[in-house]
Antibody, heavy 114, light 106 residues
Framework: EIQLQESGPGLVKPSQSLSLTCSVTGYTITSGYDWSWIRKFPGNKMEWMGYISYSGSTNYNPSLKSRISITRDTSKNQFFLQLNSVTTEDTATYYC???????WGQGVMVTVSS | EIVLTQSPTTTAASPGEKVTITCLASSSVSNMYWYQQKSGASPKLLIYSTSSLASGVPDRFSGSGSGTSYSLTINTMEAEDAATYYCQQWSSNPPTFGAGTKLELK
């Protein structure tokens, strides 16, 4: 069974970078699927942030394009989110997921505050 | 980007009652996905490709629609169905989600 697990700091200061890791077990991320980051804001709005495909290509939400980077470490079967220049508006629960397979991580709450 | 408008925003149903949630797209989409999210848990895929039931999902759930209008139906409400439901499209980039429908047990 595919399992995804997010990890990273729960508190980030404004103007700094937010960095999260998604560890995937039960499936090799180079075998198939697109591997996404999605966030859910307080108030329940959900936003797809971007993905890295099994081949390594990336696709980002235009609303974040200047601030986001998704990379991977195939040796560890992990993929990563970096979001630069965060503000309090980036406070959310962050999920990694494979939308095409329906598998999601449990989510990690990230608060942007000084 | 395509905006998905869900209705109702909140609703309540008694056990055994039929529930329908609607998702209207700002432009035509070819497929719709539906998720169920309970408090403290991650979204669970219910329906993919508009009407296909995800693995392990009870058959009281069904999806239908085309173009700009899609719906999720729970044929007979059960207590465990109390949750927030989201529609999602990926026919057009970027993928977008509806704002969610909170379903409560009456």
């Amino acid at each position: 069974e595919i399992q995804l697990q997010e990890s990273g700091p729960g508190l980030v200061k404004p103007s700094q970078s937010l960095s999260l890791t998604c560890s995937v077990t039960g499936y090799t991320i180079t075998s198939g699927y697109d591997w996404s980051w999605i966030r859910k804001f307080p108030g329940n709005k959900m936003e797809w942030m971007g993905y890295i495909s099994y081949s390594g290509s990336t696709n980002y939400n235009p609303s974040l394009k200047s601030r986001i980077s998704i990379t991977r470490d195939t040796s560890k079967n992990q993929f990563f989110l970096q979001l630069n220049s965060v503000t309090t508006e980036d406070t959310a629960t962050y999920y990694c997921a494979s939308l095409t397979s329906g598998y999601w991580g449990q989510g990690v709450m990230v608060t942007v505050s000084s | 980007e395509i905006v998905l408008t869900q209705s109702p925003t909140t609703t309540a149903a008694s056990p055994g009652e039929k529930v329908t949630i609607t998702c209207l797209a700002s432009s035509s989409v070819s497929n719709m996905y539906w998720y169920q999210q309970k408090s403290g848990a991650s979204p669970k895929l219910l329906i993919y490709s508009t009407s296909s039931l995800a693995s392990g999902v009870p058959d009281r759930f069904s999806g239908s629609g085309s173009g700009t209008s899609y719906s999720l139906t729970i044929n007979t409400m059960e207590a465990e169905d109390a949750a927030t439901y989201y529609c999602q499209q990926w026919s057009s980039n970027p993928p977008t989600f509806g704002a969610g429908t909170k379903l409560e047990l009456k």
